[in-house]
């Protein structure tokens, strides 16, 4: 399987998988609102493909937002389809993903999610930080210097 940064004429087939994988009513999540007018992070954001013309089969992608006046990352979503479910694809995607994040200079990865699946990456529940309501802040996750930062997740209209 083949990871590579997804190319704009990825996003319908991307945009295909994650409705298969949750459905279209995820749109209205809340951490769609932060995605808003945003283009995911180029570079980070990956497909997986058998062969470079084969359907995809996992998607990751990465928003750019801010926590307060600190800069971070949004991961998600993350999707692999059922055909290729149980080969750890997703865990691929996310190791491979937070490598590049790493060497790219960004310090601090967010998601909204299982402690019990992600806790295997290195997140770890954050607490001072506000997501767009509804949310659970038991599911608010970082892993990276979270060290003094809190407030209010913001999207960063136009970044990516």
Known sequence: MELVPEQPRDAS???ALY????????????SYRLRAGTDPVAGLSLVAR??????VAGAIRYWPVRVGSAPALLLGPVAVHPTHQ???LGAALIRTSL?????TG???VMLIGDLPYYGRFGFRRLSDIAMPPPTNPDRILGRGDWDGIGGTVT???GGG
């Open 13 to 15: 087939e991307v945009e």
């Open 19 to 30: 409705d298969l994988a949750f459905g279209p009513g995820r749109t209205a999540l809340s």
């Open 50 to 55: 058998d062969a470079p013309t084969a359907p």
């Open 86 to 88: 149980g080969e750890g």
């Open 99 to 103: 490598d590049r994040a790493a060497a």
């Open 106 to 108: 960004w310090v601090r």
């Open 155 to 157: 999207g960063v209209a």
